[in-house]
């Protein structure tokens, strides 16, 4: 069985720590604790190792999140990966702060990643991991608060939620969405 695990972020160090980067950072968690290292490739940066006889691929897409599609259907088709195989963590304005939802389907609710995701691959019905980053942000000011770094707090809180969200990674992997969604979603 293959799995294509999809980190949402933007590349450039200007966004390395923000919101938005939240799938990055929690792809290069896991990425460091299977101890498989990253490397440059056609529309993203990918990874791979072995879990309980699963092939897991890792992508971070290098085409900027409102481009991200570009690289999940490249992937997706390069692999051989069905959709229901394949799960995209996403930051999430709508939830708070580390609260993690898996969905095996949904609208993009604004995120312009999803909606690039939809455009290319072809609807709604791909697995997704919304990871709350919360609503903190007066009115008109979401844009800023997404591309916005990680308050100190935050900072020291963001580990325990990234190691949630690997354990529901690898939980999709083995038992599937239904269970996960059972034994996770908050």
């Known amino acids: 069985m293959k799995y294509l695990i999809v980190g949402l972020g933007n590349i450039g160090p200007e966004y ?10 929690t792809m290069d968690r896991l990425a460091d604790k299977q101890r498989v290292e990253w490397k440059s490739d056609r529309l993203a940066f990918t990874s791979h190792f072995k879990y309980k006889s699963r092939q897991i691929y890792l992508i971070k897409p290098t ?15 390069e ?34 990643g999803l909606k690039n995701i939809e455009a290319i691959c072809g609807g709604q019905d791909y697995p997704r991991l919304r990871f709350g980053i919360g ?18 707090k935050e900072i020291d809180e963001l580990p325990i939620f990234m190691d949630k969200a690997i354990e529901m990674i690898l939980s999709f992997c083995t038992v599937g969405i239904n269970m996960t969604m059972t034994q996770f979603n908050d």
């Open 135 to 152: 609503d903190d942000f007066p009115k008109g000011k979401q844009v800023e608060y997404v591309l916005g770094r990680w308050s100190q």
């Open 63 to 77: 085409t900027y999140m409102n481009l991200c599609g570009k690289a999940v259907n490249y992937w997706m088709k």
């Open 16 to 25: 390395e720590l923000t919101r938005h980067n939240v799938g990055f950072l």
């Open 79 to 112: 692999l051989n990966i069905p959709k229901e195989n394949i799960l995209v963590i996403v930051d999430d304005v709508a939830l708070p702060f580390g609260s993690l939802r898996m969905r095996g389907k949904g609208s993009a609710a604004g995120h312009n």
